[in-house]
């Protein structure tokens, strides 16, 4: 699912006000990370992840190691915070991507 523009503009008002759920440091990019995201997405369906000042890694490298992993979509990289978004596979959790849907 690729995002359009009006869902990319509502997805990002929506995000606004979120802080950051998880934050890359020097540690990198591992699996712990990876399955936490997972996780946070599958419940709220849209986060914000910063990266720290400590860390080697690129906002758009990791952008793009996640989009390929996890099959997130990034909706948005502003500095070092990333916006990423997947519709939940559960019923309950999915109020935000039925909204994408219908725009």
């Known amino acids: 699912m690729n995002?359009?523009?009006?869902?990319?503009?509502?997805?990002?008002?929506k995000a606004h006000h979120l802080t950051p759920v998880y934050q890359i440091g020097?540690?990198?990019l591992n699996d712990e990370i990876k399955t936490g995201i997972r996780e946070?997405?599958?419940r709220r369906e849209l986060?914000?992840?910063s990266l720290l000042q400590n860390t080697?890694?690129?906002a758009s490298e990791v952008a793009t190691l996640l989009a390929e992993q996890l099959g997130l979509m990034v909706v948005q990289i502003i500095g070092?915070?990333?916006v990423?978004?997947?519709?939940?596979?559960k019923e309950k959790y999915q109020k935000l991507?039925?909204?994408?849907?219908?725009?």
Request: glycine share 8%; proline share 3%.
């Open 80 to 82: 070092r915070v990333l």
């Open 40 to 42: 946070a997405l599958e």
């Open 84 to 89: 990423l978004f997947k519709p939940s596979s």
């Open 56 to 58: 080697d890694e690129e």
């Open 3 to 13: 995002l359009t523009g009006k869902q990319k503009r509502f997805l990002k008002s």
């Open 26 to 28: 020097k540690g990198g």
């Open 47 to 49: 986060i914000k992840v």
């Open 97 to 103: 991507s039925k909204e994408v849907k219908s725009i």
